[in-house]
């Protein structure tokens, strides 16, 4: 009966133990990014947004959870873990090991134009026996500009080309102070 109360109270210390060393440093040396392939891109095109978590401690992480939002102009094809409302949020659920890297890429469509960024990350782990959730939320500076779709039409290159005055007249809608007239004669 001793011997099963001694195990018992190993055990306990032993989990209670594990739970602080998981408590202190989960997120030590545990390196998260979140970032776009490119940084300028045109509507419509596809890009890609990759996403690297390395644990550089020998501490496993049995789950760890990386959150990110941004707009959901940015239309992703792989839905499953992410949610679309006001914002895209994007869920990935990871076991990462000692010294394990693990890089993973999205592919995303833009839909519309204009400035895009990540958020920000939130990382959520659990220690062995998954009875302690620890979060942490980290702030990413990547950040995309989409552009107009470039625009080409044979009648509007040649109106740009009349507009930019290529074509000679004898009568102009505005005058220019510094066009050449020629040379009047001396007159005292």
């Given at each position: ?71 959901r ?29 693990i890089t ?36 990413e ?12 039409s ?35």
């Amino acid at each position: 009966m001793t011997k099963v109360i001694g195990i018992g109270i190993i055990a306990f210390v032993l989990f209670v133990l594990q739970r602080m060393v998981y408590q202190r440093m989960w997120n030590r040396s545990l390196y998260v990014k979140v970032d776009f392939v490119t940084k300028e891109m045109f509507q419509g095109e596809t890009g890609e947004l990759i996403e690297v978590v390395e644990n550089r401690k020998h501490l496993p992480l049995p789950i760890l959870k990386v959150k990110f939002q941004t707009d959901r102009n940015l239309v992703f094809g792989d839905k499953d873990g992410s949610k679309v409302t006001d914002l895209f949020y994007w869920n990935d659920v990871f076991q990462v090991g000692g010294g394990e890297k693990i890089t993973r890429t999205l592919t995303f469509k833009a839909k519309k134009r204009g400035y895009y960024k990540v958020l920000g990350i939130d990382l959520v782990s659990a220690d062995l026996f998954l009875t302690t959730e620890m979060v942490e939320t980290r702030h990413e500076g990547c950040y995309l500009y989409v552009y107009p779709r470039p625009f080409s039409s044979p009648e509007f290159r040649q109106s740009l080309q009349q507009l930019n005055g290529e074509i000679l007249t004898k009568r102009h809608l505005l005058e220019d102070p510094f066009e050449y007239r020629g040379i009047r004669e001396y007159q005292p």
